[in-house]
């Protein structure tokens, strides 16, 4: 019933910004979790940003706290990735995750996840 899509990857130079989206086609209504995660190459998948039903509530990784902001669309069905001052650590495939539940300590742990999207891949240059 719910399927992901992101979209809005891409090549960007150093110090610039992206914005991802990632929209449940499903139009799933209930209240429910969505998570970022990213996979670097070489790399396991590793958690980015979190944002609850209604938005209110959000967690982001240490490693892109202060440069990645996290927000629902919940008319939209959709949730967005606003990531700035990109460096190329940040290059990945990123993928959204969503589960019909809410927990603030496993939110972080893509094994809470139920659904995955295909993800997009970011790359950014030096």
């Known amino acids: 019933q719910v399927r992901l899509a992101e979209s809005g990857g891409g090549l960007v130079q150093a110090g610039g910004s992206l914005r991802l989206s990632c929209v449940d086609s499903?139009?799933?209504?209930?209240?429910?979790?969505t998570g970022w995660f990213r996979r670097a190459p070489g790399k396991e998948r590793e958690f980015v940003a979190a944002?609850?039903?209604?938005?209110?509530?959000?967690d982001y990784a240490n490693s892109v706290r202060g440069r990645f902001t996290i927000s629902r669309d919940t008319a939209k069905n959709t949730v967005y990735l606003q990531m700035a001052s990109l460096e190329p650590e940040d290059t990945a495939v990123y993928y959204c995750a969503a589960t019909p539940t809410r927990s603030r300590q496993a939110e972080r742990n893509e094994g809470f996840y139920d659904y995955w999207g295909q993800g997009t891949q970011v790359t950014v240059s030096s």
């Open positions: 499903g139009r799933v209504v209930r209240p429910y979790t």
């Open positions: 944002i609850n039903w209604s938005g209110t509530d959000t």
